[in-house]
Antibody, heavy 118, light 107 residues
């Protein structure tokens, strides 16, 4: 059974760096074709895809945010880390990590609400 | 980026009704489309992938169709638990993109 869970701060100040960790079980990012993605959702708004990392360390990210964040994996810990710099109040959102299956996201974490405010 | 446009933005229907939601891509995406259902305070749930393939465990009253730029998800007989917001997502090219959502309410 695949499970994912996001962890990290719930409140960050503007201009600070946000680091979110996705800890998963039920699959391994050392196995071929596996990938984990990050998606966010501002309150009351639609889903926004952020980034994806594959088992072979291939990475893809949203061009509009690419300069601000990085996605990395720690295969031994079954974790994927998303780091976002220069946080702004418009980045306030629930951040989800999800398991990618053939381009789609079949298992999701519960999400973590991150508020950006001074 | 490929833009995904859903219609309608909201729909209200009665139990037993047939409901169809549409998603249009700004360029052809073959059959690389998924549909998700999201309930308040919960993560999205994958319903359909590859435009028409039903995810395991999803009731057969849900079906998807389409190819290229125009796609639909249909609920053949609406049930009370089908309320929520429905999103389409294209997986044809990066960046992956979602539609703006369609809110389904039960009358």
């Amino acid at each position: 059974q695949i499970t994912l869970k996001e962890s990290g701060p719930t409140l960050v100040k503007p201009t600070q760096t946000l680091t979110l960790t996705c800890t998963f079980s039920g699959f391994s990012l050392s196995n071929s074709e596996e990938a984990v993605g990050w998606i966010r959702q501002p309150p009351g708004k639609a889903l926004e895809w952020l980034a994806l990392i594959y088992w072979d360390d291939e990475k893809h990210s949203s061009p509009s945010l690419k300069s601000r964040f990085t996605i990395t994996k720690d295969t031994s810990k079954n974790q994927v880390v998303l780091t976002m710099t220069y946080m702004d109040p418009v980045d306030t959102a629930t951040y989800f990590c999800a398991h990618r299956y053939r381009g789609y996201f079949d298992y999701w974490g519960q999400g973590t609400l991150v508020t950006v405010s001074s | 980026d490929i833009q995904m446009t859903q219609s309608p933005s909201s729909v209200s229907a009665s139990v037993g009704d047939r409901v169809t939601i549409t998603c249009r891509a700004s360029q052809g995406i073959s059959n690389s489309l998924a549909w998700y259902q999201q309930k308040p305070g919960k993560a999205p749930k994958l319903l359909i992938y590859a435009a028409s393939r039903l995810q395991s465990g999803v009731p057969s009253r849900f079906s998807g169709s389409g190819y290229g730029t125009d796609f639909t998800v249909t609920i053949s007989s609406l049930q009370p638990e089908d309320f929520g917001i429905y999103y389409c997502q294209q997986a044809s090219s990066y960046p992956y993109t979602f539609g703006q959502g369609t809110k389904l309410e039960i009358k």
